[in-house]
């Protein structure tokens, strides 16, 4: 029983590191763009919902309401002004601009609200749990993983049922193509990294509720995400969710065997998987 | 006064000249061939109408305005539609999904729609839910075409529909093309095969070495004179 309880909470944990991943995924099967800036934005958004709670008195939830749209303008503006310019054939200038910019994000956030550790206080719904059968399970892990969920639903049904979907898929394949019927790419993508930004938001709002965060939490949060993303294989959301569970899963039975191993755990599985399926879980049918 | 005009276009990749002063010209509802061999410039020529290489205003005209500089997607949205050379459906969408990428920004009421290009291509209908890559060759052009015709565009640019089909596909192929034109759109045909363009167009041009070197109603061009414009009178 004890094991169906860690690998419970360890799917839960891996709703967290989907969230993180999601955005990346989404933006990476959309452009071919890797954002080693993606966890600071998500610490950036932690402490966007942070000052709302703090300054205005909202409830963490409200506070990340107003947070998503103010992220989808930062990434629109971030992909308009920055990244449109440096992508292009050469992979290596948006690797070099969006580093540059993870260590701006970094030294900017530790000038504007110091090294301290941070949490977004919760309430009661921070220790909130329910009984499943003999297990019990945290309202707010729950919550995570639902939200997980209804994000990659969210995410596919843009994808596969909107017209925004059919340009972004039509962009990916062959943007030259894409812009003779009549698409923007740099409108695309801007569109993309919004979106990958309301992503990262509720991404925020789960990380700085379960725990503690400062300026330089961002990095450790981006292995999380890419791990996740080339487990489930590149470009697929419901991969991605996989993956992030599969790392979650793995940290928490390694923790169980040993406090000591669960950040390893998670890598170790990371490696078992790529030996095991070089292209990921869910590779697409061609790239 | 004509629907489209270029106007002593040159075109360049790098260092590289593609396109020595072409002036052509296409009138409304009217249809016309570019004829040339291989290499001729008559991509370049259709990249540099379309917006994908981007030109001094004045040198691409369009309905009375200069175009030349503007973007690819501008220029569609003024209602000129490229089936592209290839074909260059888009992999990851479906048959109708690539048919609706050609209106994903000019939506015009017209004569087309997914109807009326089912209407025209039925086997398209049938294959409709399939990745437009699982499609034969002469099937992937027909959605190439019914994409573009999507836009109810007023200028269609059609850049070697027939390469590397079988004669009877691309037979199949151009049997579509009376209805296009009865629905009024400007055509312009790409084509190394001169048989074909002869057929359906009413003026051809023959460009080689990036230059037109031959232009006029198709019964009043010699053979003799097509193919020295073609290959060259020394050849
Ligand atoms: N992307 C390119 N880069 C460099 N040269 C090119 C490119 N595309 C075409 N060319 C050159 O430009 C000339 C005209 O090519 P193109 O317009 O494709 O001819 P056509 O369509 O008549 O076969 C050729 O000499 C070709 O080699
Ligand atoms: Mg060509």
Redesign the pocket.
């Known amino acids: 029983m004890i094991w169906v309880d860690t690998v419970l909470q360890g799917v839960l944990l891996g709703g967290l590191y989907a969230l993180f991943a999601l955005g990346l995924s989404l933006v990476f099967g959309i452009m071919r763009l890797v954002n080693l800036a993606h966890g600071d934005l998500i610490v950036l958004a932690a402490y966007l919902i942070l000052m709302l709670v703090t300054l205005l008195g909202l409830g963490p939830f409200v506070a990340a309401l107003i947070a998503l749209p103010v992220m989808f303008a930062v990434g629109w503006v971030l992909q308009r002004l920055v990244l449109n310019r440096v992508l292009g054939p050469d992979i290596l200038p948006p690797l070099l601009v969006t580093f540059g910019l993870s260590v701006v994000l970094q030294n900017a956030l530790q000038e504007g609200f110091s090294a301290d550790s941070r949490r977004i206080p919760a309430g009661w719904l921070e220790t909130a749990s329910v009984p499943v059968g003999p297990i019990s399970l945290g309202v707010m892990p729950l919550l995570t993983f639902g939200s997980a969920i209804l994000v990659t639903l969210a995410l596919q049904f843009v994808f596969y049922r909107t017209a925004l979907g059919r340009a972004f898929r039509a962009t990916s394949d062959d943007p030259v193509t894409a812009s003779l019927m009549g698409v923007k790419p740099a409108s695309v993508f801007a569109m993309a990294t919004g979106i990958a930004m309301v992503v990262v938001t509720i991404a925020a709002l789960y990380l700085g509720t379960r725990a503690n965060f400062d300026p330089t939490t961002g990095p450790a949060r981006l292995i999380y995400a890419f791990e996740a993303v080339i487990i489930g294989g590149l470009g697929s959301l419901w991969g991605t969710l996989a993956g992030g569970i599969i790392i979650g899963v793995a940290q928490t039975v390694g923790a169980k065997i040993n406090p000591e191993w669960q950040i390893l755990a998670g890598h170790v599985a990371f490696l078992v998987v790529l030996l095991v399926r070089p292209r990921g879980l869910f590779p697409r049918a061609f790239d | 006064m004509s629907l489209l005009e270029t106007r002593d276009l040159t075109g360049f990749?790098?260092d590289?000249q593609?396109l020595f002063g072409v002036d052509i010209t296409l009138s409304e509802g009217e249809t016309v061939a570019v004829i040339?061999?291989?290499?001729?410039?008559?991509?370049?020529?259709m990249r540099s109408i379309s917006g994908v290489i981007t030109q001094a205003p004045g040198m691409v005209r369009f309905d009375g305005r200069e175009i030349g500089a503007l973007p690819p997607d501008e220029i569609m949205a003024l209602g000129i539609a490229v089936v592209p050379?290839g074909r260059k459906l888009f992999p990851s969408l479906s048959v109708e999904e690539n048919l609706m990428m050609g209106c994903h920004r000019r939506k015009v009421a017209g004569p087309w729609s997914l109807d009326t290009v089912y209407g025209l291509f039925p086997i398209l209908k049938e294959r409709r839910h399939q990745p437009g890559t699982a499609l034969s060759g002469g099937q992937q052009q027909m959605v190439s075409i019914g994409r573009a015709l999507m836009s109810n565009p007023r200028v269609l640019l059609c850049?070697?529909i027939s390469l590397g089909l079988a004669p009877v596909v691309i037979k199949d192929i151009y049997a579509a093309f009376p209805q296009i034109r009865e629905t009024g759109a400007s055509v312009v045909v790409?084509e190394q095969d001169v048989g074909q363009a002869m057929k359906v167009a009413d003026r051809v041009y023959c460009?080689m070495e990036?230059r037109v070197t031959l232009s006029g109603r198709p019964s009043d061009l010699s053979r003799e004179a097509i193919h020295d414009a073609y290959f060259g009178a020394a050849a």
């Open positions: 990749y790098g590289f593609a040339g061999a291989n290499g001729a410039g008559k991509t370049t020529l050379e850049d070697e790409v460009m990036g």
